[in-house]
């Protein structure tokens, strides 16, 4: 089994800064994109940046500038560096992993997972 592990969020005042975590652990033969997404009350999930296994960045248009999506892939661990955050930021901060699993007679499969989430709150 493979899982994700969210950390980094909290309170923190617009302007500030908030660093996210989110490690991949398990049976994992290889991670491909990993990516954030975010979901504020009342929201639908949107995508906020995502990361491939070459370092590839894609972010949505609010958020370039502002964030920054990095990953260390031999950590399997993937970065969120948010700056001049903005009250309109506070969501629930989602980790995705699009990977290949292994089992243990040695077969692999493709799994896409989803972290428990993380909260970050911006005060105003």
């Known amino acids: 089994q493979v899982q994700l592990v969210e950390s980094g969020g909290g309170l923190v005042q617009a302007g500030g800064s908030l660093r996210l975590s989110c490690a991949a652990s398990g049976r994992i033969f290889r991670v491909n994109t990993m990516g954030w997404y975010r979901q504020a009350p009342g929201k639908q999930r949107e995508s906020v940046a995502s990361?491939?296994?070459?370092?590839?960045?894609n972010y949505e248009n609010s958020m370039k500038g502002r964030f920054t999506i990095s990953r260390d892939n031999a950590k399997n661990t993937v970065y969120l560096q948010m700056n001049g955050l903005k009250p309109e930021d506070t969501a629930v901060y989602y980790c995705?992993?699009?990977?290949?699993?292994?089992?243990?007679?040695?077969?692999?499969?493709?799994?896409?997972?989803w972290g428990q989430g993380t909260l970050v709150t911006v005060s105003s």
């Open positions: 995705n992993a699009n990977l290949i699993s292994t089992s243990p007679i040695g077969s692999r499969s493709y799994v896409d997972i």
């Open positions: 990361i491939t296994s070459y370092g590839l960045t």
